[in-house]
Nanobody, 122 residues
Framework: QVQLVESGGGLVQAGGSLRLSCAASGRTFSNYAMGWFRQAPGKEREFVAAISWSGGTYYTDSVKGRFTVSRDNAKNMVYLQMNSLKPEDTAVYYC????????????????WGKGTLVTVSS
């Protein structure tokens, strides 16, 4: 069992930065690929970034060069550094854990946090 709690969301102006954190419980955290997803109002949940258990990182095209995903297995933490934020980044951001894959597919994620709201004003 893995429990996930996101934090760090808020209101920021376009061009600004935020750092999201995801605290994970469970002794086997390091065995999971971790993904960040987001869901804007009226839209489906979509993949943002992922980091494998070995540290490999993956990003959706719209955030490449602006977002950085990282993890600290000793602290059971995953982070999403978001720079050069745009109004279209506004969404609820979720972290999720994937035991068998790369952490990139909504349908494959085994555990989810409750999300943290990011609002980017123009």
């Amino acid at each position: 069992q893995v429990q996930l709690v996101e934090s760090g969301g808020g209101l920021v102006q376009a061009g600004g930065s935020l750092r999201l954190s995801c605290a994970a419980s469970g002794r086997t955290f390091s065995n999971y690929a971790m993904g960040w997803f987001r869901q804007a109002p009226g839209k489906e949940r979509e993949f943002v970034a992922a980091i494998s258990w070995s540290g490999g990182t993956y990003y959706t095209d719209s955030v490449k060069g602006r977002f950085t995903v990282s993890r600290d297995n000793a602290k059971n933490m995953v982070y999403l550094q978001m720079n050069s934020l745009k109004p279209e980044d506004t969404a609820v951001y979720y972290c999720a854990a994937d035991r068998v894959g790369l952490g990139m597919r909504v349908e494959a994620m085994e555990y989810w946090g409750k999300g943290t709201l990011v609002t980017v004003s123009s």
